[in-house]
């Protein structure tokens, strides 16, 4: 069955990096693109940015651009993605998500279980 | 970057009752928009793909409608286990959602 199992809870400090992985298992690793979505406490989802797990390539939300760097390791079907200079705001549980194709429109078919990135100041 | 915008932010309906939310995107989507449904604690759930296509499973109170720029999603008679968050999400260009919307009990 398909699963996305993520890291488990981090607290940096403000202006500190979080290195968050998202291992995948049940399906071809470099078949299906994976998404980063974030939700901070109380709040709305955030879609923060895609990974090509064949390629590499990747794409972000205008806001995360130059603080957020999203990779991948095909060797281990793993995915990370790393926010750098954490300040308060970026407190929120994390979720990696797997993108599919339903009759040419793209969804969002299997989550992580979320990681909580709690940053104090 | 696309800006979805939903409406109301926030509603209070009763059990049986129609409920209908609103969303909008800042440059038009075709059909690419999907509705989610979120339950504290979960992560969401798909229900409406292509902006009115219902995914396997889920009940046909459940209806999308729309193109462009301007969709909605219906709940026909609202069940007890419908009370929940609720997202748009684009996929034309990368990704964005909505804010949510929160269905809850009258």
């Known amino acids: 069955q398909v699963q996305l199992v993520q890291s488990g809870a981090e607290v940096k400090e403000s202006g500190a990096s979080v290195k968050v992985s998202c291992k995948a298992s049940?399906?071809?690793?470099?078949?299906?693109?994976i998404h980063w979505v974030r939700q901070a406490p109380g709040q709305g989802l955030e879609w923060m940015g895609i990974?090509?797990?064949?390629?590499?390539?990747?794409s972000h939300a205008q806001k995360f651009q130059g603080r957020v760097i999203m990779t991948r390791d095909t060797s281990t079907n793993t995915v990370y993605m790393e926010v750098r200079s954490l300040r308060s705001e970026d407190t929120a549980v994390y979720y990696c998500?797997?993108?599919?194709?339903?009759?040419?429109?793209?969804?969002?078919?299997?989550w992580g279980q979320g990681t909580l990135v709690t940053v104090s100041s | 970057d696309i800006q979805m915008t939903q409406s109301p932010s926030s509603l209070s309906a009763s059990v049986g009752g129609r409920v209908t939310i609103t969303c909008r995107a800042s440059q038009s989507i075709s059909r690419y928009l999907n509705w989610y449904q979120q339950k504290p604690g979960k992560a969401p759930k798909l229900l409406i793909y292509a902006a009115s296509s219902l995914q396997s499973g889920v009940p046909s109170r459940f209806s999308g409608r729309g193109s462009g720029t301007d969709f909605t999603l219906t709940i026909s008679s609202l069940q007890p286990e419908d009370f929940a968050t609720y997202y748009c999400q684009q996929s034309y260009i990368n990704s964005a959602f909505g804010q949510g919307t929160k269905v809850e009990i009258k």
């Open positions: 049940g399906y071809t690793f470099t078949n299906y693109h």
């Open positions: 998500a797997r993108e599919t194709n339903y009759f040419d429109s793209k969804v969002v078919d299997y």
């Open positions: 990974i090509n797990t064949r390629g590499g390539d990747t």
